[in-house]
């Protein structure tokens, strides 16, 4: 079982930086994959990034390719989301995920856990 927490999110002017956290429970963090997911109000839930559990191999949506950064800290349990030159579009919940599988995925099914969330909001 793991438990996922975020932290981080707010209210920033376009052009702005966010630093997104994602604290994780459980002894075997190394062994997930782990995602970030963003839904805005009327919107499906999609895929923002995604790390493998045990090297920095990373993967992106276009839409934020260049912009966001998914990193890990194992010994720490967290996977952080840095976002800069954010614009109005990437307003919405963020939420983390983590897959037991050493890759991540863009597909939302393919994830076994789900932190609450945490609200982003970029103002034009």
Known sequence: QVQLVESGGGLVQAGGSLRLSCAASGRTFNSYAMGWFRQAPGKEREFVA???????????ADSVKGRFTISRENAKNTVSLQMISLKPEDTAVYYCAARA??????????YDYWGQGTQVTVSS
Not at 101 to 110: E, K, N
């Open 101 to 110: 599988y050493f890759r991540g995925s863009s597909l939302r099914s393919d």
């Open 50 to 60: 995604a790390i493998r559990w045990s090297d920095p191999t990373t993967y992106y």
